[in-house]
């Protein structure tokens, strides 16, 4: 279970957050997101409905995850970024950082149509000491149809298999998922794959299995760089967010292809930057994010599941194609059968220390990371 306990800010703060008015429109926020087809459904869903509703201007700007730059802004006392799109255990890491303003979830977060309180709607684990799951996205594996004419890639072993499916790979230049599917792919039980990670014997072995592939892999940093490099043929392989391969599916007409086997499902969260001077304004975009039928209209752009469950259940047809957009959700039942649950507690204990070792293993020099 992800669930940690909130913390508690000032009721007064909380109040001033919920009374927010249009007098308030001066006031302009930083919003921090992943750019792509994800930044243009937050965009679609909540961004620009937030400006017309509140007079508050909305500035989005993209990054590629981390919590450096967060560093950097806390430590110069004038943050510039309000609000920040976090993977769950990056948030937790800030979080226990002293980066992130504890949020007060009590009575922030409107119930639902048919009374249940809205603690009771998120999922477990969504409300955390500062800030809030909203999303649940997946990273997976995708292939370019036109690649494999005969038999196509269909489980995560078949990344590693060059001899089946020749060709250069696309992956993300961290080691979260390509180490748990390099394990995979020897077998080892989804439920066991974290308690080997957190020995040197399975680290062995998860870097042996990445050494087959390495010389026909192409990194990428950037989400949208695996969804162009599978589009345009220069790779044949390549993981990615599931979201961004349905857009490019449906939007864009590319023959890509989802691999679901061992696929490794997170939460985004919202964290407002500590000591940013919007705090009222922040936390009243969080609300707004957050209402139920705004989280159900977001999967409406983009195949990424609520939090909340109310929303879940109000989620129906892409608004573009009218695709059923439910069975393109990570959690889909036929999807969901060997998925694998990223311990985000386990990342925000090791990541420094395994991002260090991958860029070892990649030859780059070492990183010092200020804390």
Not at 113 to 141: Q, W, Y
Not at 286 to 311: C, D, H, K, N, Q
Not at 330 to 359: C, G, V
Request: charged residues 25%; proline residues 5%.
């Amino acid at each position: 279970m992800l669930c940690k306990t909130a913390a508690m800010v000032a009721p007064a703060v909380l109040l001033l957050a919920l009374t927010i008015s249009p007098s308030v429109s001066a006031e302009e926020l930083t919003v921090v997101s992943w750019g792509g087809a994800f930044a243009r459904s937050q965009e679609s869903a909540y961004l620009k409905p937030f400006t017309t509703e509140t007079g508050i201007d909305v500035r989005l700007h993209k990054y590629d995850g981390g919590i450096e730059e967060i560093r950097r802004q806390v430590a110069s006392e004038r943050p510039s970024w309000d609000v920040v799109d976090l993977l769950y255990a990056d948030n937790v890491q800030a979080c226990d950082e002293g980066l992130l303003e504890p949020i007060d979830h009590a009575g922030l977060y409107p119930g639902t149509n048919d009374g249940t309180p809205a603690r009771e709607d998120f999922i477990d684990g969504a409300l955390i000491k500062c800030g809030v799951a909203h999303t649940m996205f997946s990273t997976v594996v995708a292939y370019n149809r036109r690649a494999f004419p005969g038999e196509k890639p269909r489980v995560i072993a078949d990344l590693f298999d060059l001899a089946r499916f020749p060709g250069r790979r696309g992956l993300q230049r961290k080691p979260i998922a390509n180490l748990e599917w390099a394990l995979l792919s020897y077998g080892v039980p989804r439920q066991e794959l974290y308690d080997l990670l957190s020995t040197e014997r399975g680290l062995r072995l998860a870097f042996a299995r990445l050494d087959q592939i390495r010389d026909h892999v192409v990194w990428w940093e950037d989400g949208q760089t695996p969804v162009e490099l599978l589009a345009e043929g220069r790779v044949v392989m390549a993981s990615g967010y599931n979201g961004r391969f349905f857009d490019a599916q449906v939007n864009s007409g590319d023959a890509i292809d989802i691999i679901w086997d061992g696929q490794l499902y997170d939460y985004d969260t919202w964290g407002i930057v500590r000591g940013t001077p919007h705090l009222e304004q922040a936390l009243h975009l969080v609300r707004f994010a957050t209402e139920t039928w705004r989280m159900a209209e977001l999967s409406g752009y983009i195949a990424y599941g609520p939090t909340r469950r109310s929303a879940a259940r109000l989620v129906g047809t892409h608004f573009d194609s009218g695709i059923d957009m439910r069975p393109h959700l990570p959690n889909h039942p036929f999807n969901f059968q060997t998925a694998i649950r990223k311990d985000n507690d386990w990342y925000s204990r090791t990541m420094d220390r395994l991002s260090e070792r991958f860029r070892r293993w990649l030859g780059e020099p070492s990183k010092t990371t200020s804390q």
